[in-house]
């Protein structure tokens, strides 16, 4: 599989793509003047403390309180293998929290739409092949590395490396692309890490709140550190000095790949070698075009996500059913890579078209299932319930690609739709008569957008002459051409 990453970097906004054999499969993009706050650490204050909701409000400096519940409040004493145990009984956040107190914090998902930051006391700091865990003296490794003497090798590596560091404390998570890397590479990341965190303990100790502790990397060495990975064929990079400092970290921390990094000089934009720019477009509508002919339909809302598929123009050639499980294996396959490039989180739901053969069912599970082992957030999907819906979660730590890009429109306020101007001129017909109950006027001036006041001077005439005749006075029309097509005014003369 043929894999590069571009990078485009402008003064006002980083974009980051991945793609896989010519085609966009993710999209990254960090503004200057709105940058993500996953994995940032702040010094705090406790705002509010909320028994009813086991939660407080956390002050961290930005424009909303950030949110901490208390299942993300480490308990002092209990920090020794707390990531791996079992459930546990929520303690009283009163216990732990109360209002004024100091706190250091950790980001775990960027403020989205009404919602403030989500906050843990679980501190993390990642690097290239781990993530060391201060408070925890845990030793964890990713589950996608499957080969298990490669898990104990690594596991062993880095226990190794604790000890050679004198490292009483703290724990680690092994990233998957630890996975063949050598003893020198862990023990360069532990240092490394260990570096970063007495950096952040100094920080801590000044007595401002509330201050940012500690800030994770820009996002165009946050992509060296997390997708560059040994099928990467090549990173291209269209900012000389973004291209020197990736460099920097690159011959510091990963320089086996340093001949993968490259300078994109080219006068066309890069993101135009792989039509890229046109992908984004098409990801920010409902509708996703399937090559046979059927199409897939993605709505995003405040609780949900929901998918549903139909065969369109795609007829087959054997039977209906044939037909069905073809439209539906397609869809799997863009569903995955929609989900992954729409970076869309939280619950999902995907409507397949029924399928009367069980055996089809499970075929577009298990395509379904295979084609989500490639995306970088953590999945988990059911099965095929009674109504033939397929539910899966996804890890939603930052905003969609939609919620970056977009806002909802300021005619329709995110519903999708208006009011036709037969509804909106039967409207104007009632709050002209509350109107003349209410107050004396001569006569009734509506000034109303130009679809709405060209049917009432038109399809709704008759009615408009019958209202005169009912209330005694006339009505006069104007045109607001700035108004929508829901707004009017009823202004008595």
Do not use: W
């Not at 299942?71 to 009283?92: F, H, I, L, R």
């Not at 996975?179 to 100094?202: C, F, I, P, T």
């Not at 405040?302 to 539906?328: C, P, Q, S, Y």
Request: proline fraction near 3%; glycine fraction near 6%.
């Amino acid at each position: 599989m043929s894999e590069e990453i571009l990078i485009n970097v402008t003064p006002v906004e980083t974009r980051v793509a991945l793609v896989e054999n010519g085609m966009l499969q993710e999209a990254y993009i960090e503004r200057t003047s709105r940058k993500g706050i996953v994995g940032n650490i702040y010094k705090g204050k406790v705002v509010r403390v909320l028994p009813g909701m086991e939660a407080a409000f956390v002050d961290i400096g930005l424009e909303r309180a950030a949110f901490i519940h208390a299942s993300d409040v480490m308990v002092v004493g209990n920090g020794e293998d707390s990531a791996s145990e079992g459930p546990k009984t929520v303690p009283d956040i009163r216990s732990l929290l109360r209002e004024g107190q100091s706190l250091v914090v950790q980001v775990t998902k960027d403020p989205i739409g009404t919602k403030g930051a989500r906050l843990t006391t679980q501190l993390s700091i990642p690097s290239r092949y781990l993530v060391f865990m201060p408070e925890v003296q845990h030793i964890g490794i990713s589950q996608r590395i499957e080969d298990e003497a490669e898990r104990t090798r690594l596991k062993e590596l880095v226990e190794q490396g604790a000890e050679a560091l004198g490292a009483s404390a703290g724990g680690y998570i092994i990233r998957t692309a630890a996975e063949g890397a050598s003893a020198d590479d862990l023990l360069g990341d532990m240092k490394y890490l260990h570096r970063l965190h007495q950096s952040v303990v100094e920080r801590n100790t000044s007595g401002k709140v509330p201050a940012v502790v500690y800030q994770d990397l820009p996002l165009f060495i946050r992509t060296i550190r997390d997708l560059i990975r040994p099928q990467t064929e090549k990173v291209r990079i269209d900012s000389r000095e973004s291209y020197q400092r990736v460099m920097e970290f690159v011959d510091e921390f990963v320089a086996e790949f340093s001949d993968k990094v490259e300078y994109y000089p080219g006068e066309r934009p890069i993101f135009d070698l792989y039509s890229v720019e046109d992908e984004i477009q098409k990801a920010l509508s409902r509708k996703v075009q399937l090559k046979s002919g059927g199409y897939v339909i993605i709505d995003q809302t405040e609780a949900m996500t929901t998918i549903d598929i139909n065969t369109g123009a795609f007829v087959g050639h054997r039977n209906l059913e044939e037909t069905i499980f073809k439209t539906n294996l397609e869809a799997a396959r863009s569903i995955s890579r929609q989900l992954r490039l729409r970076n869309l989180g939280g619950i999902i739901i995907i409507d397949f078209i029924d399928m009367e053969d069980s055996e089809h069912q499970r075929q577009v599970h298990r395509m379904l299932e295979k084609m989500l082992e490639r995306d970088h957030a953590k999945t988990k999907i059911t099965g095929v319930s009674e109504l033939g819906l397929v539910e899966m979660t996804r890890k939603r730590t930052t905003e969609s690609l939609g919620q970056v890009l977009c806002e909802p429109c300021p005619i329709c306020d995110g519903r999708g739709f208006l009011k036709t101007a037969e509804t909106v001129c039967y409207e104007i017909f009632r709050e002209i008569l509350r109107v003349n109950r209410a107050y004396e006027a001569e006569s009734y001036l509506v000034m109303a957008s130009q679809k709405v006041v060209d049917r009432l001077l038109d399809e709704e005439s008759d009615n408009v002459a019958d209202l005169e005749t009912f209330i005694g006075k006339s009505i006069r029309f104007q045109v607001e051409p700035f108004y929508s097509q829901e707004q009017y005014d009823v202004v008595l003369l």
